[in-house]
């Protein structure tokens, strides 16, 4: 039985002038972006070349991580180079491009283009489906057989999401089939587990548009209604409810700005480097202590300032989970290894790097341990909140179906 | 007659569903993020002074010329358009460890996301089936069955339609105002004001050119189901990807060195090159010295040098000579390998500015980005602003330069025997950084382009819309 609706539905879509525009638009998007953020990070990759360290140069430098071509996310930040000095660390414009204009728009990842584009045409596959089939009359017709309005429901569910996600999955596999014909491209059976894993995700968030889209076609009775209101939420899920809910935790949240940090520590150390030449006048003796002393304090100020930062995270984070395009991101950005956590992470790293270091490098000793980075295993990153990330898209899926389930049970054929 | 058409549009607008959504959408939005903006201004404004009374106060206590430029390096003042427009002014912190990444993740929401997202939505919304869905209505032949000529109904539209948009987008600015407004610590002075009807005149620009798109679609269609669908295509590719592939794009045609392989060399040019040049230049020099005064070739250990020196007056010229010489060399070392490393700098930040030029033009294409640099540039906000900073902080090092040179000059004076770079001193007359805005005029002047390119979009897509309705079958 349902079998026949998903039939219908896959047919009924296959032939439509809707179906026609999005596959266009989707494989257009999709292979460009592929194609542009392949072009990126080669380009990275040779920048990499040049910055890499050599032995015993005390500098932190990871090399880009292929995964970033979908999901850019903070690439750029964990690809900067940490040199670590006397003065402590000093972080240099890594492999991005000093074009100002990358900073006015977000990247065209796929990640992007999932989030923004694919919700919206899940919708599109969704907002009429059982307004149109009102407006039309073939509702009436269908139910005035003997198959069950619950399997209606799930026969047009499932059939909407495998004519959506069966082109988009065709789309997706050979744009990254072809990014595997260049030899510079590698990717390991680790990274290929996380782009799996990642597409499951984009699945789930396209299903959940989909299904909101459904739940907002049985409670209108007209298309044009739940267009409306359907691409009002969306605007409130994609753009509105995370971007200002990382400024409404700003504003919760007491934080210094990064500008505030950095001139307080150029205080202390031009403070204690004029200090140390009066003393040197003097005739007293300064050495390791003085900067193990200025270290301290540094450190003291950093350490407030990222414990008030993390806070300031971890609400904004919190705040934007209202809407599940933040969720999303977060899983996706975090099992790319671009994420906001691994990002903290990565600079724990490199702070207990710089003090492994530090001594060495006041001492006078000229033999550094080079720095090695350990992307989190994903057993750490699912366990660290991308898990629930995921659960809670599961969970507004579910409720969204459940929601046009009983909406739908109701529902005025008439 | 055309009355009666605008007047039937504004009607029916306004009873409509999606014009109360709008409504409430737009009032409620604009209303928090005016709110949010206003604190988050207040607050910079405060961490601002904050800042700038510690650096007074350090001054008082521990300048010292020698590492005194990082300290007093120039920052800007919150422009009290921040309430409105956020553009490029948080300070770029790529270079500190400690940057913040939320923003990269989530680009903050101010008055420009407002007009370019929403209003450009809103804006097809309400017309994607303006003339298709009263074609499926079947009140579009009603219509024509009168004594009304196409054009007047398809300009009755436009202009109602458009109309009805402005109601809930002015209200919910003027909502806004009235918060922003109502706060004491926010000034807006004339300048200000007349930026802020500028890119008011831009964002009306902005959603009439979507509204005539929406209608011009419309009149493509026959099924106001196939038109929202072609509208929305659009919009994705003018909004949402024309913009962001533009800097890749001109990536393509202009292409720049890598940044930090420029970096690199500049650092081994003024580094290791230079020592070498300096010691090549200055050992020359030493031996000629040596020549010309042969006291001077002899190895004397560092003590028997200044004993000689405050002894012999002859030995004392000789000496001095020697070390003028030798300093001159450096000056001249520096000097070379300065100006190569400058010739890689210019060239680097020619092709980089090159870069970004096509780049705007790439994404001029959309008007979402002609809105974008209009109101960030007009706000000051944007990229000419940058630019404006930093040649108003190049002015500023050049006097502070002054200021330093003369300073030490009449320590120098007073007692030479101290080593002034490294003393404290004192420096409450030194020149105070004073952040300016650019004149309005000059503002408006760089942002002409994106107007006229607005306007031209508008005209465009409004004969369009009008030819294809005038041969548009109504059957």
């Known amino acids: 039985m349902i079998g026949t609706v998903v039939r219908k539905e896959i047919i009924s879509n296959l032939v439509s002038y809707k179906f026609f525009i999005v596959i266009l638009l989707t494989s257009i998007l999709i292979f460009t972006s592929f194609f542009i953020m392949h072009r990126d990070y080669k380009q990275r990759l040779s920048d990499y070349h040049i910055i890499k360290p050599k032995p015993n140069e005390p500098i932190a430098v990871i090399p880009p991580n292929p995964l970033s071509m979908f999901a850019n996310g903070l690439e750029d930040a964990m690809t900067r180079s940490f040199e670590v000095s006397r003065i402590g660390i000093e972080a240099r414009a890594g492999q991005a491009s000093g074009n100002i204009i990358f900073s006015f728009f977000p990247s065209p990842d796929f990640l992007y283009i999932v989030r923004v584009v694919l919700s919206l045409v899940a919708l599109l596959f969704g907002f009429d489906q059982i307004s149109r089939e009102k407006e039309q009359g073939t509702l009436r017709l269908m139910i005035a057989n003997s198959i069950p309005r619950a399997k209606i429901l799930a026969g047009k569910w499932i059939g909407n999401f495998l004519s959506l996600s069966i082109p988009f999955l065709l789309v997706t596999l050979l744009g990254f089939a072809l990014l595997n014909f260049d030899p510079d491209i590698y990717f390991s059976p680790g990274n290929l587990m996380r782009f799996v894993i990642i597409l499951a995700v984009t699945l789930v968030y396209i299903a959940l548009f989909l299904s909101l889209g459904i739940f907002i076609s049985t409670i209108t009775k007209k298309a044009a209604a739940s267009i409306v209101i359907l691409l009002f939420i969306w605007a409130l899920f994609v753009f509105v409810i995370p971007n200002l809910g990382t400024l409404l935790a700003r504003q919760m949240v007491d934080v210094p700005s990064v500008r505030a940090l950095s001139e307080k520590k150029e205080q202390i150390w031009t403070r204690e480097v004029l200090m140390r030449i009066m003393e040197g006048r003097e005739g007293k003796e300064t050495g390791v202590s003085r900067f193990q002393a200025i270290h301290n304090e540094i450190d003291k100020l950093e350490e407030d300032y990222r414990n008030k930062f993390n806070r300031l995270i971890g609400l904004s984070k919190n705040i934007n989970r209202i809407s599940p395009v933040a969720s999303f991101i977060y899983a996706v950005t975090e099992i790319a290894g671009t994420g906001i956590g691994e990002e903290g992470h990565f600079k724990t790293d490199i702070i207990r790097y710089k003090n492994s270091a530090f001594l060495d490098i006041v001492s006078g000793k000229t033999e550094y341990s080079p720095f090695n980075y350990q992307y989190r295993s994903l057993s750490q990153i699912l366990a660290k909140g991308t898990l629930f990330d995921i659960a809670w898209l599961v969970f507004f899926n579910i409720f969204f179906f459940a929601l046009s389930y009983f909406s739908f049970v109701k529902y005025d054929v008439r | ?475």
Request: aromatic share 14%; proline share 4%.
């Open chain 2, 1 to 475: 007659m055309l009355k009666t058409i605008i007047q039937k549009e504004l009607l029916s607008n306004i009873f409509s569903f999606r014009f109360l959504v709008t409504f409430v959408l737009l009032l409620v939005i604009v209303t928090i993020t005016v709110f949010i903006l206003t604190d988050n201004y207040v607050k910079r404004l405060d961490e601002y002074s904050q800042r700038q009374r510690e650096i007074e106060n350090y001054l008082g206590d521990y300048a010292h010329f020698n590492r005194i430029n990082n300290v007093v390096r120039p920052s800007q003042r919150p422009v009290p358009f921040y309430s409105l427009i956020r553009g490029l002014s948080s300070d770029s912190n790529i270079e500190e460890f400690d940057n913040d990444p939320l923003p990269v993740i989530f680009p903050l929401i101010d008055f420009t996301f407002i007009v370019t997202i929403l209003l450009s939505l809103i804006a097809l919304l309400f017309s994607y089936d303006s003339i298709s869905g009263e074609k499926e209505d079947g009140t579009l032949k009603l219509m024509l069955s009168n004594r009304f000529s196409r054009s007047k109904i398809i300009l009755g539209k436009i202009i109602g339609g458009t109309l009805t948009l402005l109601i809930p987008f002015l209200l919910s600015i003027i909502i806004g105002l009235l918060v922003i407004l109502l706060n004491p610590r926010v000034l807006w002075r004339g300048a200000d004001w007349g930026a802020f009807f500028l890119i008011l005149l831009g964002s009306i620009l902005y959603f009439t050119f979507f509204y005539c798109l929406g209608v011009f679609i419309s009149s493509r269609h026959h099924s106001s189901s196939s038109s929202i669908m072609t509208s929305l295509f659009v919009w994705v590719l003018f909004i949402l990807i024309i913009p962001n592939l533009s800097p890749y794009i001109a990536s393509f045609f202009a292409q720049t060195p890598s940044r930090i392989k420029i970096d690199r060399e500049v650092a081994m040019i003024t580094d290791v090159e230079r020592d070498n040049l300096g010691r090549k230049l200055s050992g020359e020099k030493r031996l000629e010295m040596h020549r010309k005064y042969p006291v001077l070739a002899e190895k004397l250990s560092d003590a028997e040098i200044e004993r000689r020196v405050a002894q012999d007056p002859d030995y004392r010229k000789a000496y001095k000579e020697l070390r003028d010489a030798i300093g001159k060399a450096w000056d001249e070392a520096n000097r070379i390998q300065g100006d190569k490393a400058g010739v890689l700098e210019k060239e680097l930040r020619r092709k980089q500015e090159a870069q970004e030029r096509l780049a705007i033009w790439i994404s001029m294409i959309s008007p979402l980005s002609d809105f974008t640099y209009l109101a960030t540039d007009l706000s000051s906000t944007g990229i000419r602003s940058r630019s404006h900073f930093s040649r108003i902080a190049e002015g500023w090092w050049r006097a502070f330069g002054a200021y330093t040179r003369k300073k030490l000059a009449s320590l120098q004076e007073k007692n030479p025997t101290v080593d002034w770079w490294n003393t404290p001193v004192e420096v409450s007359d030194m020149p105070r950084f004073q952040y300016q805005q650019e004149a309005l005029k000059d503002r408006f002047g760089g942002t002409i382009r994106f107007f006229v390119v607005l306007i031209i979009f508008n005209l465009i897509f409004f004969t369009a819309a009008y030819f294809s309705f005038i041969k548009y079958d109504v059957r």
